[in-house]
Structures are given as C-alpha cells and as structure tokens.
C-alpha cells in the first residue's frame, strides 16, 4: 500500500513519531545542529508531509525543489520561517502550534523578568568565582522590585495574556497596547490599554508578544528604547528582529534602559563574538521559551496530528491558511 513520505528536521517525542508512521514513511534529521539550507532542501525534495522547526527556513526556492509536499505542519505559533503566500500558491497546507505553548513561554518570561531585575545570573557567576564573601556586602547587588511595578505588554495574544496574569500574582500594575484592544481583560483584570509610546515610556519591564511581520520588524529601536525609563528592563520571549538588536546593545551601554532579558536573538543564533554577549545587564537565552516537558511534547503531538489530517485530506486542528480548504475541496 502506498503511504506517503514525511521527513521530520528535528528529533521529537516519539508518541508523536508514532502518529505519523501509522500514516506514513517516517525520516528523522539524525543530529542535534540543525539541517543546513541545503541538507533541507535535499531532505524535503521527495517529502509529501514534513515536520519542521522555527530553524527551518522555509522560502520559494525551498518550495520549488520539493514539488510533492503537501503539507509542513511547523512546531511553533510562530511562522515567519516560512513562505506562506508562496506555500498557499503551490496548494500545501501549513500546520502550526498555537495555544499549547503559551503558559510555559510566559513561564520563561517571567523568568527572564526576575533574573534581570534581580540580578540571578550575574550574581550566581559570583557565587561560582568564589565570590560570595565580597558579594555578601550591604550595597552589592542591588536590583529593582519587581511588585508594585509596571508591567507594559505589547501584544495580548495568548502569551501576552498569560504574562500579564503572572504579573498579577507579583502585584504589578498591568498596561498593554495590541492590535486589537481586549475590554473583556480590562474589566476581569484591571489591565489598562494604552498607545504604544505610552507603554514604553511608563514601563518598568517592557514585555515583547507579538509575531514577526513587516509591520513589528524593528518595532523597538533607538527612537523607542531612548523613551524607555532609565531604570527599565526590556523583556523578548517573541522574535529577535522584533528589536533592533544594535539598538538594545546601545541602550545598555549608554544607560537609556537598564537591562534586557532575551529569550530571542536576531540573527540566530548570534555570533558568539556579538558584544551584547559581554554585557552583564543582559541574560541571554537560546529560544528555550517553549521548552517544557508537557509544552514541547503537546507541541509535537500536535504538529503530528495536524499533517496526519492533512495527509489524510481532512482539515488540520491548527492552520494557518485555512482558505486553501476550498481549494482542496476539504
Ligand atoms: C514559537 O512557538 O513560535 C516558539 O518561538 C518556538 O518554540
């Protein structure tokens, strides 16, 4: 019996394996370091279905040298990796994660806001250079509160949401600008809405959960982080090029803001020699946001369940172009 062909680009839980093989023939990526454009693209040049990663960039050409695909059913909510007007024009339906990943990623949000504001890594580098009889002084490692501050969000997605009722629980002061303004959240918890530069400027800990688009590309630079507060720490658990990353490493060294906490880098992974890297004020994280046990693995139970229906001709649970339904007459 025929059965289709789906290549994986990356290891992942094996009951999600096992959904796909029930539908078809399975390829894993074998390594840890991901696929090289090129590796990809022989990889995918014979798949009906295929898994993949935000790693994975998915464009024209890619597209064009893989004249069987299907289906890419991605393991993430974000899809800038990939081409999708190019993907819907050629009749391959495109599967994400949405939803399922919110709570761990604001998790490390969070995470990222307490270490900086606290100093967490700086210091346990101390602890570990034999330090702690110095760091132990009265006036060392003095860092900010993070209850009774202000929390701006920009982008109340799910993401956006969960950060913001963590932040409840820290009695922080929640504002936040979206595309679409939320009064169902304003009323059930006090958050306030307000314009861009407003949440820039009275933020103590500016909160990045919006997808990459032409239109967020850059959306805080010089002209934003010089209105931030001087004592103001900018947390990015959504895409790197959402900030300028130039521009944050001026800021921190200039004194406009007064820490970072990047989950996310533009480019990634950075070079290992980019100045940022040897700042203090910075805690830098390899896109880990999702990065759960229970998130990843419904993540990938997901992912599988979405190009298994697709394989199958049937709607995906999670698709972010779902107007090629009609097309494929499903
Ligand atoms: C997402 O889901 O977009 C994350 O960044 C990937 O872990």
């Known amino acids: 019996m025929f059965k289709p062909r789906v290549y994986v680009t990356r290891q992942i839980f094996s009951d999600a394996l096992d959904i796909i093989e029930q539908a078809a023939e399975l390829e894993v990526w074998p390594d840890d370091a991901p696929p090289t454009p090129e590796q990809l693209r022989e990889a995918l040049a014979d798949a009906d279905g295929a898994i993949i990663n935000v790693m994975d960039r998915i464009d024209a050409p890619l597209l064009e ?156 630079g010089e002209k934003q982080l010089k209105k931030m507060k001087p004592t103001a720490i900018l947390i990015n658990v959504s895409r790197g090029a959402v900030v300028d990353t130039d521009a944050v490493y001026k800021a921190l060294t200039k004194g406009w803001i007064a820490g970072a906490g990047l989950d996310v880098f533009d480019p990634e992974p950075p070079p290992v020699d980019h100045p940022i890297l040897k700042l203090d004020n910075v805690v830098v994280l390899p896109h880990i946001g999702s990065a759960s046990n229970r998130s990843r693995r419904e993540m990938h139970l997901l992912a599988a369940r979405n190009l298994v229906a697709a394989l199958k001709g049937e709607r995906l649970e999670q698709c972010a172009n779902p107007e090629l339904y009609e097309t494929l007459g499903i």
């Open 65 to 220: 040298a893989a004249p069987k695909l299907k289906v890419l059913s991605q393991v993430a909510v974000g899809l800038d990796n990939v081409d999708i007007p190019e993907a819907t024009r050629r009749g391959i339906l495109v599967g994400y994660t949405p939803g399922v990943l919110a709570k761990a990623t604001a998790d490390l949000g969070f995470a990222l806001l307490l270490a900086t504001a606290r100093r967490v890594v700086e210091s346990d580098k101390w602890v570990r250079n034999g330090n702690w009889e110095i760091a132990h002084h009265p006036m060392f490692w003095l860092g900010s509160e993070v209850n009774g501050s202000t929390l701006g969000i920009m982008g109340m997605g799910g993401i956006g949401l969960e950060m913001a009722k963590r932040a409840l629980g820290f009695d922080m002061k929640v504002i936040y600008h979206s595309r679409t303004r939320k009064p169902e959240l304003e009323a059930e918890y006090g958050f306030k809405y307000a314009t861009p530069n407003k949440v820039i400027a009275n933020s103590d800990f500016l909160s990045l959960h919006v997808p990459l688009t032409p239109e967020t590309h850059h959306l805080i």
